[in-house]
Every structure is written in structure tokens, then in C-alpha cells.
């Protein structure tokens, strides 16, 4: 004669369901928190320089939470730059369609700005945590590494790059491949120092952010005009 287990009550598999709810809500908090304390880390210290025992340690969590959750330091560091960074890369990517569906060739004003635009707006909101994000990018865009490539930043950069050429049409493709880089790197380093650049270290106000992008915008279009043109 066998026997067979009791079938789960209504009630048990109710408080199953919520423990598991319950973890799972545990668990992307201390994602959350571990993202944002990386995030922090990095932008002031130095991707390379902190370590997987610095961040969970920083996030209060025990030695193994970052391989448990992200599985390493990388897959970590391509949290970071999507928390943040996945809604810039997406408005980026809008942008870029709407020139390229626009029959007539863009200025290169706008080709910038179809660049530049979203990071204002990221800062506008986030003022704190997007100046971290953008101190990040501006360690690891330029270097090959997977959580960089995971990001589809490549592929995001060539979709532009291809409007720079419409933009500049007698301007050697090759010229514009090894040059445009050097016009986003320099928005993107001046954009990360706006704060060392304050007066007597003054606070910088939205005003004041908005008028520097202006400045900087105006100064990236030129230069490239003249560096491509």
C-alpha cells in the first residue's frame, strides 16, 4: 500500500507565493543598493581602482553579494551604466532615426545635439547621480571592455557617425572616423568638470548648467567644423 503526499492547502501555496514575492523584492533591493553604491565608488574613486570587497562592503552586504547577484565586477559595471544610461541611450537612438528619416541632410549642430541633448536632460533630473554616471562613461568609453559593448553604445556610435557624414558630405570618411571621437570625449570630459569649474566652488545652479551646455555645445560644433570641415 503506498502512501501520498497531501495535496497544498489554499493557504500554503498563498504563503509560498508571497514568500517568494517577498524575496524577490528583497532581492532587487539589494541590487538596487549595489548599483547605486558601485555607481558612487566609481565615479569618485576610479572603476579599476575599486573593488568587488569595497563595493559590497560599502553597500553594507556580505562578501559575496555582488558575485551573487551580477556574477562579476563587469556584469556589475554594465548595471551601473545601463541604470541610468539605458533611457540616454534610447533618446540618443531616437534622435539619430529622426535625422536619418529626414530627407534633407542635418547641420552638424544637430548632429550634436542629437548627442548632447539627453545628457542635459539626465543632469536637469538627476543631478547628483548623473554626474556620477557621466564621470563613469567618460572612464570607460573609450576602452574595450565587455560591459562597455553590452551597453550597444557601438552600435549607437556608428548609427551617428553616419549622420556626421551626411552633415559633412566632402569630408573624408576616414578623417570623420578618427576625428569625431576626439569632439565627444572633449564634450564629455568638459560636461563631467562643469562642478571643479565653479567660481570660488559655488554651487551650480540649473541656470547656470544650462547656459554651460550652450557654451559647451557651441564649442564642440565649432571645433568639429573646423577639425572635419
Known amino acids: 500500500m503506498t502512501s ?21 523584492r528583497q532581492g532587487d533591493a539589494t541590487r538596487t543598493r549595489l548599483v547605486k553604491t558601485a555607481e558612487r565608488l566609481f565615479a569618485t574613486q576610479g572603476v579599476d581602482a575599486v573593488s568587488v570587497r569595497a563595493v559590497n562592503a560599502a553597500a553594507g552586504q556580505g562578501p559575496a553579494a555582488v558575485h551573487y547577484h551580477f556574477g562579476s565586477k563587469e556584469s556589475l559595471l554594465t548595471a551601473v551604466l545601463l541604470d541610468l544610461g539605458a533611457s540616454i541611450r534610447d533618446q540618443i537612438g531616437a534622435n539619430v532615426d529622426a535625422l536619418a528619416s529626414d530627407p534633407q541632410a542635418p547641420t552638424l549642430d544637430r548632429v550634436v545635439r542629437a548627442l548632447t541633448d539627453p545628457y542635459l536632460e539626465l543632469l536637469l533630473k538627476h543631478r547628483v547621480r548623473g554626474m556620477r554616471w557621466v564621470k563613469i562613461v567618460v572612464q570607460v568609453s573609450r576602452e574595450d571592455r565587455p560591459a562597455v559593448t553590452s551597453t550597444g553604445q557601438d552600435e549607437l556610435s556608428l548609427r551617428l557617425r553616419e549622420q556626421v557624414r551626411r552633415a559633412l558630405p566632402d569630408t573624408d570618411p576616414v578623417r570623420i572616423d578618427r576625428r569625431w571621437p576626439i569632439a565627444v570625449m572633449s564634450f564629455l570630459q568638459s560636461l563631467s568638470r562643469i562642478d571643479d569649474w565653479a567660481a570660488n566652488g559655488a554651487k551650480v545652479t540649473q541656470e547656470d548648467l544650462v547656459e554651460y551646455y550652450e557654451d559647451l555645445v557651441s564649442f564642440v560644433t565649432g571645433g568639429a567644423e573646423r577639425m572635419l570641415g
Not at 5 to 24: C, D
Open 4 to 24: 501520498t503526499a497531501p495535496e497544498p492547502t489554499k493557504r500554503s501555496v498563498t504563503l509560498t507565493r508571497m514568500a517568494g514575492t517577498t524575496q524577490n
